[in-house]
């Protein structure tokens, strides 16, 4: 089955710098790769998602990078902001099928300091 | 816009007792999945449902049983509760469709087992 591998597991920044976290998955089948925040106790919410027929994605301060060949994707924030301390789970799935169950990172601790 | 309902939102229960979540995807979604969480990991899917069948199983108990109904809302049942089933319980619905990847989280269920 796939295995998503997430790094690093805390990040701290100082507000206004950029952030990135990094993962890699294992199922070459793999084709739809969206990243979630989730605050403590909250449900997990989608803030970009990637297809595998793209190679970058960005939404304002936001940006997702993938490469197909490496299996390997990324998350970019710039311009951070205390509001965005949370934890940052990528996943993987093949969308298009029922077998479409999102397979997590193990997450990252991001903090902001103002 | 309608979103993923969840309920109970909170359940405390005892070793060995059962439990029932509940799960009201958004409308004309098809799938449904459920995922636990416990404290400080990632989501692991339990189990989906496609159109009212069973689509995918992941690491659910055997104590563990699910369906989803005519009406499209899913129940997660739980026997012989133990400690260690302690998490959040999350519901998320999808629909399979052309440009359908995305899975929308409800709220969570959050059982607690003493």
């Known amino acids: 089955g796939e295995n998503v591998e997430q790094h690093p597991s805390t990040l701290s920044v100082q507000e206004g710098d950029s952030a990135v976290i990094k993962c890699t998955y294992s199922d070459s089948a793999s084709n739809y790769f969206p990243w979630y925040k989730q605050e403590l106790g909250k449900r997990p919410q989608l803030i970009i998602d990637i297809r595998s027929n793209v190679g970058e994605k960005k939404d304002q301060r936001i940006a997702v990078t993938l490469n197909k060949t490496a299996k390997h994707f990324s998350l970019h924030i710039t311009e951070t902001q205390p509001e965005d301390s949370a934890v940052y789970f990528c996943a993987a799935s093949i969308s298009g099928t029922s077998y479409g169950k999102l397979t997590f990172g193990q997450g990252t601790i991001l903090t902001v300091h103002p | 816009a309608a979103g993923v309902i969840q309920s109970p939102r909170h359940l405390i229960k005892e070793k060995r007792e059962t439990a029932t979540l509940k799960c009201y995807p958004i409308?004309?979604?098809?799938?449904v999945y459920w995922y636990q969480q416990g404290p400080g990991q990632d989501p692991q899917f339990l189990i989906s449902?496609?159109?009212?069948?069973?689509?995918d199983k992941g690491s659910i108990p055997d104590r563990f049983s699910a369906q989803q109904f005519s009406d499209y809302h899913s129940e997660l049942n739980m026997s012989s509760l133990e400690l260690g089933d302690s998490a959040l319980y999350f519901c998320?619905?999808?629909?399979?469709?052309?440009?359908?990847?995305?899975?929308?989280f409800g709220p969570g269920t959050r059982l607690t087992v003493l």
């Open positions: 998320a619905s999808s629909f399979s469709g052309l440009g359908g990847d995305e899975q929308f």
């Open positions: 409308p004309r979604h098809d799938t």
């Open positions: 449902f496609y159109e009212k069948m069973q689509s």
